[in-house]
């Protein structure tokens, strides 16, 4: 009755995983000569893994990344300019807790958006926030966001995760009401939180993309200089379908 009562209240407190440990326990009782402050140590470490898995899981969900990807699975192999030294110090997310910024630039095809998915995945398992967008879709988003009135909290949003993800950035030349947005984008954000660039085209000339030059120099000066810059190169990894023969 007593051990009844015991596990209605774990439930009832929400202390799920040592609730089923101390079941597990009830009904194979075992013989390992463990203390009673062992075997509640025990009990608090299962509880304690499974609220951090399922705080990792919100996270991972929450940061809508594009690509499934882990700092372990990256390919140091292909010949990409990827320094492997450069990523390790990366994957440690010190530059997160510092709210420095990370640009990755290339041709396409060679990865940009997969890194920058691992980058922000393993700021999500260092207890980190992140979100993912596509530049060309948050230009449009905060535009709609102007003319229905939610352009606030749309920019409230933006401003939460500890990582913004902003990718596929210089796709097409910027508005003034774009450049103005990111500006604002990258203004909230600094020195409070961390960005992920990419793009395929190289940081030199983003003056240009932007356009208007005084926005220009305030974006790229809260920008450039506390970022962290891979400079990526060489062919696409895509897997190519092999061309059929005229004979076909």
Request: aromatic residues 4%.
């Amino acid at each position: 009755m007593l051990n009844e009562e015991t596990l209605h209240k774990l439930k009832d407190l929400k202390l799920n995983a040592m609730a089923a440990e101390l079941e597990r326990y009830l009904a194979a009782p075992a013989d390992d000569g463990l203390s009673f402050t062992e075997r509640l140590g025990m009990m608090v470490d299962r509880e304690w893994d499974a609220r951090a898995l399922a705080s990792l899981q919100r996270r991972l969900h929450r940061s809508k990344l594009r690509q499934t990807a882990c700092v372990e699975d990256i390919n140091y192999r292909h010949p990409r300019g990827l320094d492997k030294s450069v990523m390790q110090k990366l994957a440690t997310c010190r530059w997160v807790k510092a709210h420095e910024n990370v640009i990755l630039t290339g041709p396409t095809g060679v990865g940009k958006s997969w890194l920058a998915c691992a980058l922000a995945h393993q700021a999500c398992r260092e207890g980190h926030t992140a979100l993912y967008v596509r530049v060309p879709r948050l230009l449009q988003d905060l535009y709609v966001a102007r003319a229905d009135g939610s352009y606030a909290k749309t920019m409230d949003r933006l401003g939460v995760p500890d990582v913004l993800v902003l990718d596929d950035f210089g796709m097409a030349p910027l508005t003034d009401t774009e450049r103005r947005d990111l500006f604002e984008v990258i203004e909230d954000r600094q020195q409070r939180r961390s960005l992920i660039i990419t793009s395929q085209l190289e940081v030199k000339h983003w003056h240009e993309l932007i356009g208007d030059p005084t926005l220009a120099d305030a974006i790229l000066d809260r920008l450039v200089h506390t970022s962290h810059r891979l400079a990526l190169k060489g062919a696409s990894m895509r897997p190519r379908k092999e061309k059929r023969s005229q004979d076909e």
